[in-house]
């Protein structure tokens, strides 16, 4: 009789739902989704502080927690071409609570007049840092390090113009990983860009939209060859949730909600769950 208590005790301690935690994003349009389905994907999932009704990248973080059994309340603040340091300016009163995680995500060049250069994104993330800190001294906070820019890699004018499409990648991952490691506060960083740069490595994705999608890949880029696809954000989500939560996004399945409700094929899906996990033991 002591023994069947013992292993029914267990049992139900394993059933029991994961601690209830909070997580927030903050970002432009690489977070909300623009230029794809992802923008308007289950908005009431999440809790948008700026009352725009977009799900983003933040509803499919909240819908693989779902799926995973993970409790997770999900929130963003977001405002398009904006870096950290208008956040910080601008949207305080509205971020300025008590938060588990915070993601940040800043401007797809780090700095608008100085592409590259992470001056003025490390100094707002150390002011957002501190700014939840005083809330939540055990606050988890982290960089997103972002994609490269076909548009500014395929196109003249840039200071990436003409190098190795995983170059731009690089470069942000690396100006992301020095702040992490100078700027109290900052947790470390999420490898998007090199999940990315390994999906185009691997022959699952395509590098250059300029020519077309070469048969049998995935665009990772929207019309536009600077926003994400649908695939190219799922890629974004599955590689911040698997960092966020340690959890295997392999499990997730080929028959995932989110790639089924976005019109991504269950082999696609699957494919883009193995670079995610592939990255993360890797970075």
């Known amino acids: 009789m002591i023994r069947l208590l013992l292993t029914l005790t267990a049992l139900s301690l394993s059933a029991a739902p994961a601690l209830a935690r909070d997580i927030l994003f903050i970002g432009n349009s690489f977070t909300f989704g623009a230029g794809a389905p992802v923008e308007r994907y289950r908005p009431d999932s999440v809790t948008d502080l700026n009352d725009e009704k977009i799900g983003g990248v933040p509803a499919l973080f909240r819908t693989f927690a779902e799926q995973a059994g993970l409790d997770w309340t999900v929130a963003l603040e977001t405002s398009p071409g904006k870096d950290l340091a208008y956040h910080y300016a601008n949207r305080r009163a509205a971020i300025d609570r008590r938060w588990d995680v915070v993601i940040l995500q800043g401007y797809s060049t780090l700095d608008a007049k100085r592409p590259g250069d992470a001056t003025r994104h490390g100094e707002a993330a150390g002011r ?5 800190h005083a809330r939540n001294p ?4 982290e ?12 196109r003249p004018g840039s200071r990436w113009s003409g190098k190795p499409i995983a170059t731009m990648a690089n470069d942000l991952a690396a100006a992301n990983r020095q702040v992490a490691r100078t700027v109290p506060g900052i947790a470390g960083t999420i490898p998007v860009g090199s999940a990315w740069n390994d999906a185009i490595a691997t022959g699952i994705a395509d590098a250059n939209p300029y020519d077309g999608i070469d048969p049998g ?3 990772l880029w929207a019309d536009d060859h600077y926003h994400g696809s649908t695939a190219g954000y799922y890629l ?3 590689t911040i949730f698997g960092r966020v939560t340690g959890y295997d996004v392999r499990r997730l399945g080929p028959d ?3 790639a089924r409700d976005l019109g991504l094929t269950p082999a696609v899906a699957k494919a883009l769950q193995r670079v995610a996990w592939k990255t993360l033991r890797q970075n």
């Open 236 to 238: 974004e989500a599955l």
């Open 256 to 258: 995932e909600r989110a």
């Open 138 to 141: 055990r606050a988890r906070v």
């Open 217 to 219: 890949k995935v665009g």
């Open 128 to 132: 957002l840092a501190a700014l939840f």
């Open 143 to 154: 960089l997103v390090e972002t994609w490269s820019r076909a548009d500014l890699t395929y």
